[in-house]
């Protein structure tokens, strides 16, 4: 998995009243970051759930393997809420 170039147009601060659930539980979001134009994918799970993401937003397969959206492939298995 190559690393993208990552470009930010601004900055923002952010009140720490807003959370973010994280695999460590909710945490407080300190910075917000407008990002460069990308492609937007959509992806829509076996068990309903979709998500719609830049092409290089991280998923994470079986045994906790990073994967870019744009390289997940039907039938694989990623990561959710609920399982895989």
Known sequence: ???PIR???EVFEVPS???I???QG???ITKVMKTIPYEVWHI???N???LQAADTHILYTTNHVPIYLQD???GDLIETDSGY
Do not use: C, R, V
């Open 72 to 74: 997940i492939k039907i």
């Open 44 to 46: 829509k799970l076996s």
């Open 1 to 3: 998995m190559e690393q």
């Open 48 to 50: 309903g759930d979709e």
């Open 26 to 28: 909710f945490k407080p």
């Open 7 to 9: 470009k930010f147009e």
């Open 17 to 19: 009243n807003y959370l």
């Open 21 to 23: 659930k994280t695999p």
